[in-house]
C-alpha cells in the first residue's frame, strides 16, 4: 500500500515537472559548462519497483535525468531520492526528498553563470573562512551542503569513490568583491 500511495503522491505533486539544469566548473584551467533536462516522470503500470531489504518499504524507478547512464533514478517509500549505481545493486539514497533534490538543482543552475574556481582549490577548512556564507537548509543533508553569500556560493559534498573517499568543494563567486575574498581565502591557503 505504501508503493501506490507514493507513486500517486509523486505523480499529483511532481509528474510533468520538466527543467533543465546548467553546471559550470574549471577542470585543470578549462571552464566547462553543461546543461541537462530533468523529467519527473514514471511509466504509470509499467513502474518498476523493488523491496528493500536493507532499510524496508519499497522503491521505484523514474525517468529523472535525461543522460545515458547505467544506473536508474529511484524514489524510496521513504521519501528520499536514490539510484542504484549500476542499474542492479541495491538502493543508496542521494538525497533526503524530491524538494530537496529540485532545491539544489535551481542553486545549481543559478550559479552556473558565475565564475568558478578550480575544483577543490580551497580544502573544505579554508572554505570556513570565507565571510556571511548561510547554509541552505532546503538544499542541503548530510553529504551535500550548500552555503551562500550575495557573491559567493559553495558546495560541498561526499566523494563516490570508495577507494578514496573525501569531501570534494565547488566553489563559485560574482562581481567583483566576490572574486576578491575566494582570492585571498585561496592565497592564505597555499601560503
Given amino acids: 500500500m505504501d508503493l501506490i500511495i507514493r507513486c500517486e503522491g509523486f505523480e499529483r505533486k511532481f509528474g510533468g515537472l520538466r527543467y533543465e539544469v546548467r ?3 574549471v577542470v585543470n ?34 525517468t529523472g535525468e535525461r ?35 529540485i532545491e539544489s538543482h535551481a542553486l545549481t543552475d543559478t550559479v ?3 565564475k568558478p574556481w578550480p ?19 532546503e538544499a542541503s543533508w548530510g553529504s551535500l551542503r550548500w552555503r551562500l ?8 559534498y561526499d566523494s563516490w569513490d570508495h577507494k ?3 569531501r570534494r568543494a565547488l566553489v563559485w ?6 572574486h576578491r575574498q575566494v582570492q585571498a581565502v585561496l592565497d592564505g591557503a597555499t601560503s
Fill in 149 to 156: 553569500s550575495d557573491t559567493v556560493a559553495v558546495m560541498d
Fill in 164 to 166: 578514496n573517499p573525501r
Fill in 23 to 25: 553546471r559550470s566548473w
Fill in 173 to 178: 563567486s560574482r562581481e567583483e568583491a566576490g
Fill in 29 to 62: 584551467g578549462n571552464r566547462y559548462e553543461t546543461a541537462r533536462g530533468w523529467e519527473y516522470d514514471h511509466l504509470g503500470l509499467q513502474t518498476a519497483a523493488w523491496q528493500d531489504p536493507g532499510r524496508g518499504g519499497w522503491y521505484f524507478e523514474w
Fill in 67 to 101: 543522460v545515458s547512464k547505467p544506473c536508474r533514478d529511484l524514489i524510496h517509500t521513504d521519501g528520499s531520492v536514490g539510484t542504484d549505481i549500476d542499474g542492479g545493486s541495491p538502493y543508496l539514497p542521494i538525497a533526503p526528498s524530491l524538494p530537496h533534490l
Fill in 112 to 114: 552556473a553563470t558565475w
Fill in 119 to 137: 575544483m577543490d582549490s580551497l580544502p573544505t577548512s579554508a572554505i570556513e573562512l570565507l565571510d556571511s556564507l548561510v547554509e541552505v537548509p
